[in-house]
Structures are given as C-alpha cells and as structure tokens.
C-alpha cells in the first residue's frame, strides 16, 4: 500500500472502501484540484465510460447493435474500414449526452462525427474523443478503449458563427490541451489520465463502482523487450524503420535481446501495455487520426517525458472544406531510441 498526499492508493487487488483515492478524491480539493468545473467534467465524463465499460461486455451487445438498426447509423454512406459499427455509435451517444449533462462543454468533437457538435455557448471546455477505439475487433471480445482530449474554449471565438467557432476551437494544437487520457476496456476497466502534471491510472472497482487510484505517477520501465506494430506492412515501411526493427529483433541493438512482437491492432491496449512494460509502439501509416488519437495520447507520453514522433501533421492545416476526420498523420511513441 502507498500514500499520495494523504490518500491510501489502492491496488488492484484492493477494494473501493473508505481511504482509497478515487479519482474524484484526485481531482477534488483534496488531491491535485484541477478545479471545480474540471471535476464536474470529469464526473460526468467517467460515467459515460462506465456505461460503455457495461455495454462492451454485455452478451446482449449484438442483438443490442441488431434490434436498434442503427448498424448504418448517421455513416450509412462511409464505406469500408470508416463505416461506423454499431458499438461505436452508442458510445459516442453515451459520451455526447453526459457531457451535455454536465453544463461544463462548449464543443464536442467525435471521430464518430462529421463536423464537431455545439453544445453550449457558455461551457467552458472543448472535448475531442474517440469514444470506441478498436471497434472492429469487439466480436472477438479484444480490448477496445475510449480516447479523450480535453482543451479551453476559445473565449476569443465567441462572436464566429455556431459552425466555424466548433471547428476552429476543435482544430487547436495538441500542444494547448489542458488534460488527456484514455479508458481501456479489458480485463479490468482503467482510465487513465494527465491533467498536466503526471500521468495516473485508475481501476475501476466493479463493487463501488468508483474508479481507484492504482498507478500514480506512471514511470515507462526505462528499456522495454517489445515492440508494437502491424507488422504486415513491413515492405511498406522507410527503409531505417525496416533496419531498427530488424535490429531490435536480432538482439543487436543498444539492449543484447532479441525483442519480442506484440500487436493487438487495438490503439488503447497497444499503447497501455507499451506504458507499463515500455518498448515501442507505433503505427507508421498515414491512418491514425490527429485529432482524436495522437494528439491526445501524444500529450499523456510528453508528460511522461517520452519522446513522440509524428509526421504528416502538414495534414493539420485548416481548412474549410476539409473534413476534421480527415487530418491524419504517422504516429509512432519512442520510449528509448537505441537503434
Ligand atoms: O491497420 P493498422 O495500421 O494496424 O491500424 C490499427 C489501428 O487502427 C485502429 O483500429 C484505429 O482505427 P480507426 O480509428 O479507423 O478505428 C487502432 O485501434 C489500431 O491501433
């Protein structure tokens, strides 16, 4: 058992009962105090995660997606890898109405959606989110996880018609964001989050249903064994990634072991394994979404004090005619570079 600042963290093995963190206890008065109208996001925002957490592993989930006919949904002309699955609008569903609830957001911008949703002239925050990550792989109960993004409203923008204030407070730098994280849904639900100082995660105690402090402060071990990514791609990939992962493989690079590969095509569980062991994780194609991926797991890993590499974020360049769904970039997170 640990202590921060006077709280008891728990572990996962531990139970929700009185003296352990929760992460309202964190982000109240008593703990790191992101301030009141954050807290009340926060409350808002990790219910809605709970509810997804219930419905990804409820056996009613298909018939769920069937009986609502919504499987074509608000995307029924997006084709392909981009069709929207059924889960994953319900999610997004879920998100946008607690966070209306809350009073708290300004905009809401969703890879789920075409263009992001005003909500409330006076809400002080702007929320980027992919509310159901790895989607495609939920049949096979794989992991799947929620990405958010937290930024201010532009209170500079105001005066800008409804459609071109939501799109430009959307589109600001993943460098002015204010907090990020991610919830993953897998054997344990955990979310896990940085509201600027640190990266925490917390486990949610299905008994309480209060999410418990369990990783403060995360450290990356510094030199992973692994690394993360579609390796099918391999003669796709520039020449000196070829040669590093050829390297690392061989046990011939800085650290004499032969790495091993783990891939599990879901960007949540790929990331959250990469923070508790380390290694590295990427995904070298032009596919990741800057908005409502990178940018916000970019921030976790900068307040880790990690290297992140993205490229192609010539993409993020405002445009009117583009869609937001559209900038996207390479992405790749070093935990060490010993190539
Ligand atoms: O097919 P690749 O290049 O391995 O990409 C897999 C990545 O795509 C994702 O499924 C995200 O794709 P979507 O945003 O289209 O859902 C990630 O979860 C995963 O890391």
């Not at 990266?199 to 209060?210: C, I, K, Q, R, V």
């Not at 369990?214 to 064994?225: A, E, L, V, W």
């Not at 949540?268 to 979404?289: E, K, S, W």
């Amino acid at each position: 058992m640990d202590f921060l600042g006077g709280f008891r963290v728990g572990s996962q093995m531990g139970g929700g009962e009185n003296g352990f963190c929760t992460l309202m206890d964190y982000v109240g008065k008593g703990g790191e105090n992101v301030g009141d109208d954050l807290v009340v996001l926060f409350g808002h925002l990790q219910y809605a995660c709970k509810r997804i957490a219930a419905l990804v592993a409820s056996p009613f989930n298909s018939s769920l997606s069937k009986s609502t006919g919504i499987a074509g949904g608000s995307g029924g002309s997006i084709s392909g890898r981009d069709a929207p699955k059924p889960l994953d609008i319900v999610s997004n569903e879920i998100i946008l109405s607690s966070l209306q609830n809350s009073g708290k957001v300004a905009v809401f911008a969703s890879e789920e959606d075409d263009a992001p949703v005003w909500i409330a002239d006076d809400g002080p925050f702007v929320v980027v989110t992919d509310p159901l990550d790895g989607s495609r792989n939920i049949d096979a109960s794989i992991p799947t996880g929620t990405i958010f993004g937290i930024y201010n409203r532009l209170e500079e923008l105001d005066h800008l018609p409804v459609e071109e204030k939501a799109m430009l407070n959307s589109l600001q730098s993943g460098a002015k964001l204010i907090a990020a994280g991610y919830v993953l849904y897998s054997s344990a639900t955990i979310l896990c989050a940085s509201f600027g100082s640190g990266t925490h995660a917390f486990t949610l105690d299905h008994s309480t249903g209060d999410f418990i402090l369990t990783h403060p402060s995360i450290k990356i071990p510094p030199r992973g064994q692994i690394y993360s990514v579609n390796d099918a791609r391999y003669f796709d990939w520039p020449e000196g990634l070829r040669r590093y992962i050829d390297t690392v493989r061989q046990g011939k690079g800085k650290y004499p072991k032969k790495y091993s590969a783990r891939y599990i095509c879901s960007l949540v569980a790929d990331f959250h394994r990469t923070l508790m062991y380390g290694g590295v994780a990427m995904n070298p194609r032009d596919h990741l979404r800057l908005v409502y991926e990178a940018n916000p797991l970019s921030f976790l890993w900068s307040k880790l004090g990690v290297e992140v590499l993205m490229e192609k974020v010539e993409f993020y360049q405002f445009s009117r005619s583009s869609c937001i769904k559209d900038f996207r970039c390479f992405w790749g997170v070093w935990m060490i570079w010993q190539s």
